[in-house]
């Protein structure tokens, strides 16, 4: 139980196009989202909080302009990196909660969308 | 605020050996989360454990092993006898309840590389 998919794992696009990254709970309801970035060798970094039907939550620093989220249902959420830059070239990783489990505080991870941007 | 830290940044042992992964973790909240997550070469974070901050109890689970204690607010992981499967970044992690709504705080993480 518990598996999160991340669609697609990696993609290259060019610099100015967007992308957008699905982030799916397979066999558990999700009310809370969340989209990490982690750089190479370092720690994963939260950018933003998505909660199902309302405006996601965005750390200091991340552009809601640029890295735009929708949860549109209790099993969807979509990270979409608008016009992309070379520096947005990452590993973007999502997470969700499980909101009728047993460890309803637990985070379980999809397996990452590696995204470079030429 | 909570904060994580895992001073080893690199482990290398051989297998076979035991090998302990540190973890120190600051917070003002009585009721918060450690967790400890795997991430292999392939980048996806697996699950290892949660423990919760009215629970001290140590924890074993196969090769692994887990010892919190309040006292010096540290949640240590060890591995017995590693293999080299094991060997992939382990971070760990602490969710406040009261102040920060859940939200995970990552620790740098420890490469560990287990030679055969």
């Known amino acids: 139980g518990a598996v999160v998919s991340q669609h697609p794992s990696w993609v290259i696009c060019k610099s100015g196009t967007s992308v957008k990254i699905e982030c799916r709970s397979l066999?558990?309801?999700?009310?809370?989202m969340f989209w990490y970035r982690q750089f190479p060798k370092q720690s994963l970094m939260l950018m933003a909080t998505?909660?199902?039907?309302?405006?996601?939550?965005?750390e200091q620093g991340v552009e809601k302009d640029k890295f735009l989220i929708n949860h549109a249902s209790l099993t969807l959420s979509t990270l979409t990196v608008t016009s992309a830059h070379p520096e947005d070239s990452s590993f973007y990783i999502c997470s969700a909660r499980d909101a009728l489990g047993h460890h309803t505080d637990t985070q379980y991870f999809g397996p990452g969308t590696r995204l470079t941007v030429l | 605020a909570q904060k994580v830290t895992q001073a080893q940044t690199e482990i290398s042992v051989v297998e076979k050996e035991d090998v302990t992964l540190d973890c120190v973790y600051e917070t003002r909240d009585t009721t918060y989360y450690l967790f400890w997550y795997k991430q292999p070469p392939s980048g996806e974070l697996v699950f290892l454990i949660r423990r919760n901050s009215f629970d001290e109890q140590n924890e074993i689970s196969g090769r692994y092993s887990w010892n919190f204690q309040k006292s010096t607010s540290s949640f240590n992981f060890t591995i017995t006898a590693s293999q080299v499967v094991d060997s992939a970044v382990y971070f760990c992690a602490l969710s406040e309840e009261e102040t920060s709504g859940s939200r995970l705080t990552f620790g740098e993480g420890t490469q560990l590389t287990v030679n055969p």
């Open positions: 998505s909660n199902e039907g309302s405006k996601a939550t965005y």
């Open positions: 066999d558990f309801q999700a009310t809370t």
